[in-house]
């Protein structure tokens, strides 16, 4: 059982403004263990031009780097964004404890539909974090729609 921590969401909310203002999606990550935050991500698809470089993927990246492992047990991921299939097995792979997220993937669909241009193509795959952890192992736990309407706020399209 997860006890999500504004704090830590708040942190990822942060990453994600920090994204917005470099030009890439106002998505972020954090990577929490033994209740501190070990690693903070923003999603640098963009700026990389490297479409795997989604926040969560950069911070499991980092956290497996400065604990020299690429199991991170013990330790939680918090996204402002639902996970995609690929960022969720991410999390599986790297045997994470749970996933922390606020805006949905259905979120990220209606704001394409509505608000998708040639430069802000929002682009999702409509499978849920949950799905995906479902049917992978470690069971992680999972805590969506926290704090949802502050990370719906970050959807942008300029």
């Known amino acids: 059982m997860l006890n999500p921590d504004k704090r830590f969401m708040q942190a990822a909310i942060d990453e994600a403004l920090a994204a917005q203002k470099r030009g890439d999606y106002g998505i972020g990550a954090v990577i929490v263990k033994d209740r501190e935050i070990l690693v ?17 993927i950069v911070a499991i990246q980092n956290a497996s780097k400065k604990l020299g492992s690429r199991y991170l047990t013990n330790c939680v991921l918090y996204s402002t964004h639902e996970p995609c299939p690929m960022c969720a097995a991410a999390a599986v792979w790297a045997k994470m404890d749970g996933i922390v997220f606020g805006a ?5 669909a209606e704001f394409r539909s509505k608000n998708g241009n040639e430069v802000w193509k929002w682009r999702t ?4 974090a949950s799905e995906v952890l479902s049917k992978g192992e470690p069971k992680l736990h999972v805590v969506g729609e926290f704090m949802r309407e502050e990370c719906r706020k970050l ?3 300029k």
């Open 40 to 56: 903070r991500a923003t999603n640098r698809s963009k700026i990389d031009e490297d479409a795997t470089q989604h926040a969560e």
């Open 104 to 108: 949905k993937v259905e979120d990220m």
């Open 125 to 128: 795959i409509n499978i849920s």
């Open 155 to 157: 959807f942008h399209n």
